[in-house]
């Protein structure tokens, strides 16, 4: 793994080489299929908000729009979930919820696309945006018993149909604030 600014000023950003199957990936150069992109950087003085507050850090994790990834977004939820001191059913209930978005938009998904997942992390909150490209994209019914279960588990969920034709569900959740840390 490479690091650079090891400090832990603000602005910080950590870069991991990626290791596929064919080795190490020298940070920079191009992905193949199958390779997952991660992106960690420090939102200091970030103008976007999450539940009233700044996001402090953002994950982007890009992959096939395959089912046979979706462990690796659940495995990488509960991470970031943890994190941000989430209880272990917050962390969860976050995982169902992701892995639920995702079988959501994959079903819609132009077959050999990729599915993009950006986690943007609050002091206690959580953000997740699950995107693909789609031929002809709709919107999840809002009254459906998949919707209502994916509300309950993330507390805010929304979708939309974006420029390019990409599916996009988007949750947020917060940390119980009612909890001592």
Known sequence: MTEEGTSSSPGRTL??????????RAPGRGRGRGQTE?????????????SDEAIRDKVTIKMPADGAYLSVLRTATAGLAARL????DEIEDMRIAVDEACAMVLSQAI?????A????LGQDSMTVRVSVTCLAPRVPSGDTFAWTVLTALAGSVDAQVGP???????LRKSRDSSRSV
């Open 117 to 120: 997942c950006d986690f943007a």
């Open 164 to 170: 390019g034709d990409v599916l996009t569900i988007t």
């Open 85 to 88: 001191d989430f209880t272990l």
């Open 15 to 24: 870069a991991a080489d990626v290791i596929s199957g064919a080795g190490v």
């Open 111 to 115: 077959p050999g696309s990729d599915l």
């Open 38 to 50: 991660l992106g960690h950087k420090a939102a200091a003085g970030a103008r976007q908000v999450t």
